[in-house]
């Protein structure tokens, strides 16, 4: 759901200390979710994921980083400046030198094991956020009552590179909300990858002309490098155990974890996305082994009995289609002036037909009237 009716209200004071108060005693909060950073020989991207954090107003989160470095990460100037801001800011932040190195899935389960918030953020450690995103995370996650949310990362470079064709997946949640999903490497739902290329997202977005504040929860094969996981859901579906089951060199743990629990509770993207993959050259370069491959080597033998969708948005009414033929539309807008937009963009006659069923009242945004579609 995006600008729910019912507002994820927080506290109107942010958690965040300003520079006034930088060097009071910080009074004690209730942390709300530990932020779960896995990294290793990348001092400088990851004092930029720690900069976009010390950015964030609410709720009140904690910092845990561990480190797998050839030289102490702290050692960096960059990474301790931001940590020393983070801390006169008011929030913890710990590090810890965790080796050997037996592989993402441990490093990940190591993290997890720290944790002691009610909710986690797995953000890998070339990632930016923009203000404000961890709020949305967080109001999404609540509203959902699902597994995990997440913001896929874009790279900002391809801007200009339109990928028209990678958006034909897209699909959103309908307003009743997340429900548990089964996926694999051979199911349609892994066909969704494309959606979280380049910066498709960001055109997405554009082409739906959502805004700022809007949380637009949508269906996903999985989310890479931002996903805020109800804990206690991590947990119950295993979390990051199964590396004693893989090879040191893997790729591909985080999807594994959310495709458990995306059985058990659902899992969701949300639109518009506020982070930023750094684009910097990838530390991991042995790519042969995908843990799904080695955990799930004949995925398509338990497929479990489909989830009915008799509450979905029917085909009529696919959102990239309605908003394609409503592209020129001056909002607000009531129902006859959609549809007389729609037939003079040359909408078909079942977009035609589904916007004459809309209630006859007026709407605000494109949100409003794909919302109204789903009801």
Sequence with gaps: MHRNAQTHRRRARPSRRGAAHWARPAAQQTIEIDVLIPTADRGPELAVTLSGLAAQDNPP???????????????????????????AQGRAVEVHRHLPRRGLAEQRDFLLSCAAAPRVLYLDDDVWLEPGSLSRLDASLSEQRCGFVGYAVQGLSFLDDPRPDELSAFEPWPPSGVRPEYVRPDTPEHERWPLHNAANLAHLAARLELQDDDRLAYRVAWIGACALFDTAALRAAGGFAFWRELPAHHVGEDRVAQWRVMERRGGAGILPSGAVHLEAPTSIVDRRIEASDELFPESGSSRPEPQKKGDDMSASSNPIEVQRSLGGVDYPADRSALVDAARNSGASDDVVQALEGLPDQTYDSPTAVSEALSD
């Design 61 to 87: 989160f904690r910092v845990v980083v561990s480190d797998q470095s050839e030289e102490p990460v702290e050692q960096v100037p960059a990474v301790s400046a931001m940590i020393r801001v983070l801390r």
